[in-house]
Each structure stands twice: as structure tokens, then as C-alpha cells.
């Protein structure tokens, strides 16, 4: 049985189930939920006007974290588990991957798609990424 367990969490329905599952099927891990804000589609953001002031994009993405920190320590009390929720910046496979090895992390578990933005377009490949490059199990939800 896994000691630490990450999940990769961006407030998505598939990190919601991946969430569920790491809760209902490691309840004696300690359990930390990981959020990284990827720069690059604050850009986009910006761009597309989706943001009114670029210099805002930090801390448009910290109140959005603190936003999916909420929604996942929510579904975490509901199981009756406490969690961990950290937030990295950087790109999320890379960041996920990082973490996992600085921390001592035993087992990854995350969704096979990500919330929006570039990850949505190219399908899945911060799912792929962490699947092939890391040391330790990943458990994708679909």
C-alpha cells in the first residue's frame, strides 16, 4: 500500500474522480493534491482577452488555485480524509514529475485529460508524459 500519494488536480471532472479514487483506495496514505499554474495559458488568456490586464495573470491564477484547493479538500472532508494541497508554476508534467521525486511520493494518480487550454489540445499529454517518465506507479483515470 502507498505511504504518500499525489494526485494531480486541476478541478476537472476526470482530477475529480482521480481524486475519489486515491481517496476510497488509499485511505491510510497521506494524500496531496498538486494544481500547477502553467504560464503559458495565462497567456493565451490574456490574448484572447479572456484576462483584462496582463500584469493580473498571477494573481488571477492564485485565486483560481485557491478556488480548486477548496473544491478538492471539499471532496477529501467528504470522504472524512484530511489532504494536502499544494501549487506549483511551471509545466504541469514537469512540475507533477518534480514534485513526486522531491517529496518522496509514492504513487501518481491523475486524469487522462487536463481542465482546458494547450493540455486539451494535445489529448492527454501531461497524462502521457508523467505515465512514461516517471520512477514510481501512475494510476490514469479516463
Known amino acids: 500500500m502507498s505511504d504518500d500519494v499525489l494526485v494531480a488536480f486541476d478541478g ?10 486515491a481517496l476510497e483506495n488509499f485511505p491510510d496514505a497521506t494524500i ?8 503559458i495559458d495565462s497567456v493565451i488568456d ?7 490586464v496582463a500584469e493580473d495573470w498571477y494573481d488571477n491564477a492564485q485565486e483560481r488555485a485557491t478556488h480548486i484547493h477548496t473544491t ?11 489532504l494536502d494541497t499544494v501549487t506549483e508554476v511551471g509545466k504541469p ?4 514529475l518534480d514534485y513526486a521525486v522531491g517529496n ?3 504513487q ?9 487550454g494547450l493540455d486539451r489540445t494535445f489529448l ?3 497524462a502521457e508524459t508523467v505515465t512514461r517518465r516517471a520512477r514510481i506507479p501512475v494510476t490514469i483515470i479516463g
Request: hydrophobic residues 40%.
Open 104 to 106: 518522496g511520493i509514492d
Open 72 to 82: 478538492a479538500t471539499d471532496i477529501a472532508a467528504e470522504h472524512d480524509i484530511a
Open 108 to 116: 501518481i494518480v491523475m486524469g487522462s485529460h487536463g481542465r482546458s
Open 93 to 96: 508534467a514537469r512540475e507533477i
Open 124 to 126: 492527454g499529454s501531461v
Open 12 to 21: 476537472s471532472p476526470l482530477s475529480e474522480r482521480a481524486l475519489t479514487y
Open 32 to 39: 496531496t493534491t498538486l494544481y500547477v499554474i502553467n504560464p
Open 46 to 52: 490574456v490574448e484572447a482577452g479572456g484576462l483584462p
